[in-house]
Every structure is written in C-alpha cells, then in structure tokens.
C-alpha cells in the first residue's frame, strides 16, 4: 500500500472519529467545553497525521493551531452571545490562515491573501472530502484476498440476519413490557437516529475535507488584482483636500460645543447636554469605520507620478487620520457623557471596543500604507484585532453593563435581566443595595436561572452564576 493512501485511509478514520466525537459533544446546548475538546481534538489529529505521514506543516498552519485553540478556550470562559460570535468569527479567520495560499512570508500577506485563504478553507470544509476519497485514496491498493472475501460474507449474513432480527425482536417486544423498556432504551427512535447520523455526517465531512487541506503542500496561488482606473494625483489631491476641510468645519464645531460645555450647548440648542452627546454617536462611528477603507482604496488607484504628489498624498492622508481622531475623540466623548447619564447597553460597549481597535488600525496604516510598506499592514490588522477580541473577553462586557447600570439613577431593571451569565454574579452581589421592589424582581429573574448543565456545555461563567445563585436568600 503507497504512502498516499496510507495517509489517506488514516485521514479517512480520523474524520470518522472527530464525526462520531462532534455528535456526541454538540449534542448538547449552548457552546461551551464541547467546542473547546472538539477543536483540539481536531488540532492533535492534525499534529500526529502531519508526523505520521511525513506532511510538516507550513508556517501559517502552525500559527493557526494556537490561534484556534485559544478563541475555542474563550467559549469556554464568557456566556455573552456576542462575545461566543466574535470568538468564532475569530476561529473562522484562523482557519482560512491555515489555508493560505501564497509564497510570501506570513508578515507580508496582504488583504487578497487573507480572502483567498478563506475561499479556500470555506471550499475544503463543504468539498474537500470528495477529493480525498476519490484522488488520494487507490483504492486497488486495498487486501482483496481474504480479508476482503470475510468482509464480503460479514455483510451478506448482516443482510440475511437484519429481517429475521426484527421479526424475534417484535414478537418479544410485544410479549414483555420489560424487555420492550430495555429495547426502547438501547434502539434510539427515527428522529434521533437520523439526528445522530445526521451530525455525524456533518462533522466527519468538514474534518476530512479541513483534515485534506491542512495537510497538503499548499500551491501558490499569485492573487493580484489590478485596478480598472487610475486616479490622478490632481484628483485625488482634489478630493482630499474637500475632505480635510469638512472635517476641519466639524472638528472646529465640535470643539466649541461638545467640548465647550453644557451652557455652551444649552444656550444654541433646545437639547439637554445628554441628549445633544447621544445624538450622532453611531454617525460618526460610522464615519470613523468608512475613512480606513476609502484610505486604502485611495492609495490601490492612485496613479504614481513622481515624488511630490506622493507626498502631497500622505501629507493630505496623514491629515484626514489626525482629524479623524478628533471625530472619533468627539464619539467618545458623546458616549462618555451619556454613559454616565443613562448608562450603557452592549450596542454602545461593542461599539466603543470597534472605535478603539479602529484607532489603532489607523496608527498602524499610518505607519505602513503611508509610508510606502503596505505589504505589512494586513498582518497588523489581523493582530490587532485577534488582540481585540481578546481584550474584550477579559474586559467582561456584561459584568460591566451591570456594575455601571446598577450605580445609574436611572434604572433599566428589564435590560439588565436580559443579560448573560457573565453578569449573574454581579447583579446577586447587588442585591442588598437595591429597593425592596426592585430586589424582588432580580430575585425572581435569578432563582429562574437555576439549573443544571451538562459537562458538554460546561462554561466558566455559567459555573460561577450557578455559585452566586446558591447564596440567594
């Protein structure tokens, strides 16, 4: 038997074993330990499969190995649904990292790339599996002497043994309720079997076809995209200038007013100084989030003419970033001010943590797409943003909406029960402070909190709040 399909056949068990593993643990609800074992089971087959066929593995795929067994331990640590989809959001980047298909050196791979990569791995989970079994695996190469004849024999007495076994099997059935209970127990109905095989199918599918990718010499694949246009520097000197001098009117009304102080605000207004801080903050976050990528976009079509509109451009980039700082240091300040008003909910903490990580894509842009290495900057977008995510599952999200709300004159009991777990601890160690109306009313939601996991979804956080539960009074 070749190599190949040795390594074949052993990919082949191991996508049955991570199936048969993926059915048993996500039968379970929501995500928590069952992601996590699944995950590195599927990281320690690919670990001995690589040393076992002589396959090593590739730079990026050794990068994305510690990469997703990180973000799977952080479903394992926080309950909030939003931090669960940026941890997965998180492990589908890191798979298509493993998957990327170019010679460059991983801190140089550019945006093209990271797309590319993630085509491939989206392709390898949903068809890979084909070609394992009909390129990889010869399958001539098999015993066909007589081990194969005995298989042969097994199956056709499995045939004749099946209708007689049902027949036995109803009769006895419908003799003892005993034996019918234990029968019941052992033989799962339709429905669950179908669910069973089911998962089964779906798990070992997107394992063999991962399994086939992350263990194949990646073929470079030269992505390079050219523009359809070029702008001119006189244009694009044009537009950037228009720009720069809209910003300049907004930032110079905004440092006579929102920074001015409530009278200033009060007295041109008819709003509080509240409401004028909430009015436009997701404007201009969403101003802050389309500038990077217009930068960008700039910088791929413009045409390059000689040293001095190369300059005239960063000059005029490097101004629009210093400007929109001050818009989004207005942002915050917005939600600074009405934060400390009415408090925060997990729109306004999930998007505060994007204008922060935007700020520093735009320093790190600043530093390499202004300074003619935009090779580098994908890579530091990618990182700092795995670095995000991180931070703010460390931050707690809902653990702090809580702490922050609960201080507030004004409170949203109703909003502050629909959070996760992660803030269950909190809200019961408030409990003694709160009005007796109020105190009932947390009482009542946390007591139908108490339950009891399964070891599949067992999660840090749900642990916890089942702790603080038990000392209610």
């Known amino acids: 038997m070749g190599s190949r399909t040795r390594l074949g056949l052993g990919l082949l068990g191991s996508a049955l074993f991570l199936g048969l593993l993926g059915d048993e643990l996500f039968r379970a609800t929501p995500l928590g330990l069952n992601l996590f074992l699944w995950v590195s089971a599927l990281v320690l087959v690919l670990i001995a499969l690589s040393r076992w066929g002589g396959a090593p593995l590739s730079a990026s795929r050794r990068w994305m190995i510690p990469t997703l067994v990180l973000f799977a331990g952080l479903v394992v640590w926080r309950d909030s649904t939003w931090l669960v989809a940026l941890d997965l959001f998180a492990i589908v980047v890191a798979l298509s990292l493993g998957a990327l298909r170019t010679a460059l050196p991983l801190h140089r791979v550019g945006l093209t790339d990271y797309a590319v990569g993630l085509a491939y791995a989206g392709g390898a989970a949903g068809g890979k599996a084909v ?230 894509v735009l320093v790190w842009a600043g530093f390499t797409v202004l300074r003619g290495r935009r090779d580098l900057f994908a890579v530091g977008a990618l990182v700092s943003g795995f670095a995000a995510i991180l931070t703010i599952n460390v931050v707690n999200p809902d653990a702090l909406i809580a702490r922050t709300n609960l201080d507030r004159p004004n409170l949203d009991l109703p909003y502050l029960l629909r959070l996760s777990d992660d803030a269950t601890p909190t809200l019961a160690k408030a409990l003694p402070s709160l009005d007796p109306a109020t105190r009932r009313e947390l009482v009542a939601e946390l007591e139908s909190r108490r339950q009891s996991h399964d070891w599949r979804n067992w999660n840090w956080s749900r642990h916890r709040a089942q702790q603080a539960l038990e000392g209610l009074p």
């Open 131 to 360: 070609t394992l079994m009909q390129e990889d695996i010869d399958w001539n190469e098999l015993p066909k002497a007589s081990q194969g004849r005995q298989a042969v024999a097994v199956g056709r007495g499995l045939m004749l043994a099946a209708p007689l076994l049902f027949v036995f099997g109803a009769l006895f059935v419908a003799a003892d309720s005993v034996f019918q209970d234990y029968v019941s127990s052992a033989v799962p109905n339709p429905g669950e079997l179908t669910f069973h095989v089911a998962l089964i199918a779906l798990f070992g599918w997107v394992s063999a076809g991962l399994l086939r990718e992350y263990l194949t010499r990646p073929s470079p694949v030269r992505m390079e995209v050219r523009p359809f246009f070029r702008i001119g520097a006189t244009e694009l000197t044009v537009v950037l200038a228009l720009l720069d001098l809209l910003f300049l009117a907004f930032v110079l009304v905004q440092i006579r007013y929102l920074f001015g102080g409530a009278s200033t605000v009060e007295a041109r207004t008819s709003l509080t100084y509240a409401e004028y801080a909430r009015h436009g903050f997701f404007e201009l976050v969403t101003v802050a989030a389309l500038v990077l990528p217009l930068l960008l976009l700039f910088d791929w079509l413009r045409r390059r003419e000689d040293g001095r509109s190369d300059r005239l451009f960063k000059l005029l980039a490097g101004a629009l970033i210093l400007l929109l700082f001050v818009v989004m240091a207005s942002a915050l300040q917005r939600m600074r001010l009405y934060q400390r008003e009415y408090g925060l909910t997990e729109l306004r903490v999930y998007t505060t943590g994007f204008m922060l990580w935007l700020a520093v």
